[in-house]
């Protein structure tokens, strides 16, 4: 029984297929103790994306980050250039080892009482250590790491759980998109590059420079939800969609979209829309100067992966949301996003911009772009998602007992593009692991 | 009549002085703050750049780095026509604006015209939101026909992210 609105967990989300209805308890949105719950039993539990390679590229190279509420930092080893996770925190008494947003270093100290940590996180330097006595014992107190630690093609994910399954395992079908995004960066880099070889460099894609960092006074499902959701382009992005417009790019909607249950509460909707692609579907906020050589690209990618895989590379745009916070949106530019709850009604944001690594520099000047028109707190459209979510959550706080509605498309056999299957799935896993 | 327009049309970017300056940026930042954002697009030249780096990025080029913002003189125009348009929903009804420019100093003339800068805060009010601006301006002002005219305007934040504000929906 959740104690503020007295009704059951199992429901609060009711999956009413023969009638037509989808719905959820509004007070998933406002009360504290289901977020205590998500704590544990999401958050703790789920893989969980901490960063990419790319952002620390050379061995020693760190990077602070806080995940899920929890101070972490992440660094390549000096000894076998693997990324290691740990808690920020001192094994002697807990204050903040990396007290940098980013550096490189050979060994970190901690300046309460100069103990002194290698990339490995062993402890390297006790100042005064023989006044330690019985079992102390050097090796048992290094830096305490993540429980797990796994990477799919650049993209490092984090887990709290020990006994988690596998990362590829909890991917499922999410998996192939993460494919189809490097391959496709991977084929505009020796495209542009003029050459079939592939660079030696395992990498293929980099984190940008610049961080979004932003916030919203919103559950952070409603972010999840925004974030692939195609049923709001129009009426919510209607300015965006005229600025195109008077840029001479008219929108007529989305053309052969579909939506998909990727497993474990991923999904992704994919579809084919009037703005362009960097990789590689010309539009006019690209310019005429680009337009061969991007169609050249298409037709390469086209040839590279055969019609249908090679078309869904170039031309679709798709919004994946992995389960339970990681947005990726591979549209007019690619856009890696993370969420996370601070209170029920108050979300931190952040974004970053992933992009086929060593890209000539007028093509990236054009992606960058492209980013900027849509995407992220000074674009044309990102602004109205905020406020979009603020105003769901300032309306549920009128009545947390009423209910909201994911019932679009319920009937349908193969869901479309403007359906919400897509956030259904979500909820169907979020339910299953609250219950669990 | 004529003979003072000439003058002024002739005049060089070395004759323009602090108060001038100052009178221009107070000018643009009540143009903001009343939503007269038309004519708040008259002050840019036709080739101005309006430019916002991120928080953890201050050095960033626009070119290379993801940035806030980086329009270019069509899309300053098009902001304006948004926000004007009500269904840029964030700023539609329209939030209170008020920009607190100070510490302006003329940086010399450079390349891309006459260097200044200024310190600013920047307030917006809405609903319940409460959200602040911090940072520091960079313009590049130039002379067209004898009129000051923004060249580039950068805004460099000095907040550690935008939290809790999320997003930078009117202009800074």
């Keep these: 029984m959740i104690k503020d609105v007295g009704l059951d967990l199992e429901g609060i989300v009711e999956d009413r297929s023969e009638e037509g209805i989808f719905r959820y308890h509004r007070s998933t949105l406002t009360s504290p103790e289901i977020l205590e719950i ?47 996770v740990f808690f920020n925190a001192c094994a002697h008494r807990g204050a903040a080892i990396c007290r940098h947003d980013e550096g490189r ?42 429980p797990r630690v796994e990477s799919y093609r650049g993209f490092i994910f984090v887990n709290f759980n020990p006994e988690a399954e596998d990362l590829i395992t909890y991917l499922a079908e999410a998996k192939d998109y993460l494919d189809h995004i490097v391959d496709g960066a991977e084929e505009a880099v020796r495209f542009y590059r003029g050459s079939s070889n592939g660079s030696s460099d395992p990498l293929s894609m980099e984190i940008l420079r610049g961080t979004h960092m932003y916030a919203v006074k919103a559950n952070w499902k409603l972010v999840g939800e925004n974030g692939y959701d195609a049923y709001h382009v129009a009426p919510t992005h209607a300015s965006y969609i005229q600025y195109l417009k008077n840029v001479g790019q008219e929108i007529s909607g989305y053309k052969n979209g579909i939506q998909k249950n990727l497993g474990n509460g991923h999904a ?73 709850a601070i ?83 979500w909820w169907r896993e979020w339910h299953r692991r609250m219950l669990g | 009549m004529r003979q003072v327009e000439a003058d002024k049309a002739g005049r060089p970017i070395e004759s323009i002085g602090r108060a001038e300056v100052e009178d221009f940026l107070y000018t643009e930042a009540d143009l903001i703050d009343r939503w007269q954002l038309k004519e708040w697009v008259e002050l840019y030249a036709e080739d101005a750049r309006y430019f916002v780096p991120t928080t953890d990025l201050p050095s960033a080029d626009p070119k290379n780095d993801l940035v806030y913002i980086h329009h270019d003189y069509i899309r300053i125009r098009e902001l304006a026509r948004r926000l004007l348009s009500s269904k840029a929903h964030r700023e539609y009804p329209y939030s209170k604006v008020r920009h607190l420019v100070t510490n302006v100093r003329l940086m010399g003339i450079e390349d891309d015209g006459l260097h200044v800068s200024a310190n600013f805060t920047v307030w917006r009010f809405r609903n319940e939101d409460v959200d602040h601006f911090v940072g520091q301006y960079d313009y590049w002002l130039k002379l067209v026909g004898g009129e000051l005219k923004i060249g580039q305007k950068k805004a460099t934040l000095d907040q550690i992210t935008l939290r809790p504000a999320g997003a930078i929906s009117i202009v800074l």
């Design chain 1, 38 to 84: 998500e704590r544990r039993k999401i958050f703790d539990k789920c893989w969980i994306y901490l960063g990419h390679e790319s952002e620390v590229p050379k061995p020693g190279d760190y990077k602070r980050r806080k995940v899920v509420g929890r101070p972490l930092f992440f660094i390549r080893s000096r000894k076998s250039s693997k990324i290691n």
């Design chain 1, 105 to 146: 270093a050979n060994a970190l100290q901690c300046f309460y009482h100069a103990w002194t940590f290698d990339t490995e996180g062993n402890l390297i330097g006790v100042p005064g250590e023989e006044a330690y006595g019985g079992s102390w014992d050097r090796d048992k107190m290094g830096l305490k790491s993540v």
């Design chain 1, 268 to 340: 992704v909707f994919e579809g084919e829309i009037d703005w362009g692609r960097p990789v590689s579907k010309w539009s006019a906020v690209f310019g005429e100067d680009s337009k061969e050589e991007m169609e050249a690209l298409r037709k390469h990618i086209i040839n590279k992966f055969g019609e249908e895989r090679g078309r869904l590379i170039a031309e679709l745009d798709r919004n994946l949301l992995i389960f339970p916070n990681l947005t990726i949106n591979d549209i007019m530019a690619l856009v890696i996003r993370t969420f996370y």
């Design chain 1, 343 to 425: 209170r029920p009604d108050y979300t931190e944001i952040t974004s970053w911009e992933l992009v086929p690594k060593g890209e000539r520099p007028d093509v990236r000047a054009k992606r960058l772009d492209s980013f900027l028109t849509f995407l992220g707190p000074g674009g044309f459209a990102s602004p109205e998602d905020a406020e979009a979510v603020e105003s769901c959550q300032q309306g549920v706080q009128a009545d947390p007992n009423a209910w909201s509605y994911l019932s679009r498309g319920l009937h349908h056999d193969t869901p479309q593009i403007l359906d919400e299957h897509q956030m259904r799935t």
